[in-house]
């Protein structure tokens, strides 16, 4: 099918965009970390029944422990820190501005790229680095008391997003020396029924870790956060629900599907632009106004990101 790429990658964006919303709602209504531990508890319970039905197993099968190893280390740092930042990053600057930070992470993941796989970082991947921090600074920079530039959000909120997407970044990077590792190591006269759901499964993998690492925190917690709000609240159980299958189920893995089918310049570019269809809906659902500074700053950021990849 032509273009099959292309519209996977569209979808991606649209799934990121519900999930954003729906994450921002449940965040502010149960708590960051019992949303995250709950989000990561049902990932894991639906990749399952995706591994049995795909791959005829309802757990990761044919990974070895080295691999077990480096897509854990990628869940917990991705999953696990970027998505704490992330989830609280929503709770104080909203979805919109908490997925424009994510427009960094191409640039955390070209920086490690660089550094643990000696990647080359050249001049288009600075000139791309420039054009998404400009497009970042439009939005959130803007004149004080005596036309000072000043930050226009919480410095927390700033942190949060730069640490989500450190986390996104890197966990990328992580993620795909485990998924390479993960495809060398299924038997051959298997590999071709399966080989385009092993980014399912290898995220199985990190989902649980995320999982475990959530309901850690959540058991070691001072004052320990009440897991059980979920069962008596309607709305955030339904809103918890559209983003687990929205994010980490078919987000995250048709992120990687998409790669099999489109260069990934093409399916990063379509995919990273989530902060501009999240202008309209955001509007709607929490008043947020729609500046020619917010559009702007979406555009210039998701064309910084594209540059990554198009130069």
């Given at each position: ?41 049902l ?10 039905i ?15 190893g480096w ?82 959000i ?14 996104q ?40 870790t ?40 078919l987000?995250v893995?048709f ?57």
């Open positions: 099918m032509a273009y099959l790429g292309e519209i996977i990658s569209i979808c991606v964006a649209c799934s990121w965009t519900v999930a954003s919303l729906w994450s921002e709602i449940s965040s502010k209504r149960l708590g960051v970390q019992v949303m995250n531990a709950w989000r990561m508890g990932s894991v319970l639906m990749y399952a029944v995706m591994c049995w795909f791959m005829g197993r309802p757990y990761p099968a044919y990974a070895s422990l080295g691999t077990w897509l854990s280390l990628s869940g917990f740092i991705g999953f696990f820190l970027g998505d704490l930042c992330l989830l609280g990053s929503y709770v104080l600057i909203g979805a919109r501005l908490g997925q424009l930070f994510q427009t960094i992470a191409p640039i955390t993941a070209a920086f490690f790229g660089w550094l643990i796989l000696g990647q080359e970082l050249g001049w288009n991947s600075l000139i791309a680095i420039a054009v998404t921090l400009t497009g970042i600074g439009i939005t959130i920079l803007g004149h004080g008391n005596g036309r000072k530039v000043t930050l226009q919480p410095l927390k909120g700033v942190l949060l997003g730069v640490g989500a997407a450190v986390g970044g890197l966990g990328l990077i992580i993620s795909g020396i485990g998924l390479q590792r993960y495809t060398a190591e299924v038997p051959a006269d298997i590999l071709p029924q399966v080989e385009a759901f092993i980014p399912f499964s290898a995220n199985m993998i990190r989902c649980i995320g999982f475990l690492a959530c309901w850690i925190l959540v058991l070691v917690a001072k004052p320990r956060p009440g897991m059980s709000a979920l069962l008596h609240d309607a709305k955030s159980a339904r809103a918890l629900a559209i983003v687990v299958t929205a994010g980490p189920v987000g893995g992120s990687l599907m998409a790669l099999r089918y489109t260069a990934a310049g093409i399916a990063s570019t379509l995919q990273a632009l989530t902060p501009i269809l999240l202008l309209i809906p955001s509007h709607f659902m929490f008043g947020e106004k729609i500046t020619p500074r917010s559009v702007l700053g979406a555009v210039v950021s998701v064309v910084g990101v594209s540059l990554f990849f198009l130069l």
